[in-house]
């Protein structure tokens, strides 16, 4: 038996920063959350309660990705600080690696985005992402090794025209 409220406490928060990172905007990242989690309690008797947190993450991006399509936008949301820095001068250049990594995210295909998101902001294994994504562990690997190296080519056209 699913303790809900624990799973709401839990992964509500969660569930949220990974689809503002793909709508960008916090109202409707709720509103999509909300839907996911509706979505989750309706079905909560199907649900093999080993797999209640892919089903969440899978339903999430699914309503994330149909609202982009309805709304004809893709904007990738804040990311966390990545270092703390002591001086305005590395706050600045922070704060330009910060919008570098959110260009390349807007620029790379979202299935690559979605990926680097679970791996590198939501610490999920390859196993995790395959389970909430459908792909399998070599697909992952594989569009893990593309992303990086879009992502790379993107922040090194940055580096070459000194924005950081």
């Not at 703390?84 to 985005?113: G, M, N, T």
């Not at 909430?132 to 025209?161: F, H, N, W």
């Amino acid at each position: 038996m699913i303790d809900w409220d624990k799973l709401v406490q839990t992964e509500g928060e969660k569930v949220l920063n990974f689809v503002n990172k793909i709508v960008g905007s916090i109202e409707n990242s709720r509103d999509i959350v909300q839907d996911t989690f509706l979505a989750c309690f309706q079905n909560l008797e199907r649900i093999d309660t080993d797999y209640i947190l892919p089903y969440l993450y899978r339903t999430a991006h699914n309503k994330a990705i149909n609202f982009i399509k309805k709304n004809n936008k893709l904007v990738f949301g804040e990311f966390p600080e990545l270092i703390h820095q002591d001086s305005i001068e590395d706050d600045i250049r922070q704060e330009k690696l910060v919008l570098a990594i959110q260009s390349c995210f807007q620029k790379i295909k979202p299935k690559y985005a979605m990926v680097l998101e679970l791996q590198f902001y939501q610490k999920k294994s390859y196993k995790e992402i395959s389970i909430i994504t459908g792909m399998s562990i070599p697909a992952i690997e594989s569009i893990l090794v593309r992303a990086k190296k879009e992502c790379k080519k993107i922040l090194q056209e940055y580096k070459d025209k000194g924005v950081f």
